[in-house]
């Protein structure tokens, strides 16, 4: 039972038109939600954050933004460049967990394409 | 310059034969993590140190172990390996931030 669902397995956008990711979560205990970007044959790189105390960040052309009621984060970017192309992944934490540290729950991605 | 580094990047066992998985870190951060990611599935958390605390998650098979000998260094040790273990493992690290910074990832496939 997935707790971090990205149903959108893949997207494709023109460069310089905007690109939004979508992620849905089920566990109210998440407060803390990261964006993953992935390149083939590495590992995940960070790109974005958000507290549940926001509903928005943004960060150069990348903003996230989060809907505690319906669950739900976006990431935006805009404008979408051909080196955008990767895969996106949405993560979510439960900050203060008893174990004290911050284990991410991953959703299972979105392949973005940014056409030239 | 690579902050967590994992080796081997490519990794082929044979069906049974144990593995050791490495992974480093210049970070100093105090928590390390191995996390599974088979094709097209979301990276799943097996087990994770705090410190010297192993954390291990309840649905993470017996055939996989871990080993934290110092605050650089973490090892993931799958001692039978199966076919079904084929998949890309990836050591992360963090230190309370919420962020954790990923390796490169290595891929193991079994024969």
């Known amino acids: 039972d997935q707790q971090v669902k990205q149903n959108s397995p893949s997207l494709s956008v023109q460069e310089g038109r905007i690109s939004i990711l979508n992620c849905d979560y089920t566990n109210s205990m998440f407060d803390y939600f990261l964006w993953y970007k992935k390149y083939p044959a590495e590992g995940p790189t960070f790109l974005i954050s958000?507290?549940?105390?926001?509903d928005k960040n943004e960060d150069g052309r990348f903003t996230v933004f989060l809907n505690k009621s319906a669950k739900h984060l976006s990431l935006h970017i805009v404008p979408s460049q051909p080196g955008d192309s990767a895969v996106y992944f949405c993560?979510?934490?439960?900050?203060?967990?008893?174990?004290?540290?911050?284990?991410?729950?991953f959703g299972k991605g979105t392949k973005l394409s940014v056409i030239p | 310059d690579a902050m967590v580094i994992q080796n081997p990047r490519y990794q082929v066992t044979q069906f049974g034969k144990p593995v050791t998985l490495s992974c480093s870190q210049t970070?100093?951060?105090?928590?390390m993590y191995w996390y599974q990611q088979k094709s097209s599935q979301a990276p799943k958390l097996l087990f994770h140190y705090y410190d010297k605390d192993f954390n291990n998650e309840a649905d993470t098979p017996d055939n996989f172990q871990s080993r934290r000998p110092n605050t650089s260094f973490c090892f993931l040790d799958i001692r039978s390996p199966g076919l079904g273990d084929a998949a890309m493992y990836l050591c992360?690290?963090?230190?309370?931030?919420?962020?954790?910074?990923f390796g490169q990832g290595t891929r193991l496939t079994v024969v």
């Open positions: 993560a979510a934490s439960e900050g203060n967990s008893g174990a004290g540290s911050y284990q991410l729950t």
């Open positions: 992360a690290t963090s230190r309370g931030l919420k962020r954790a910074f």
């Open positions: 970070l100093n951060h105090n928590v």
């Open positions: 958000i507290s549940s105390i926001k």
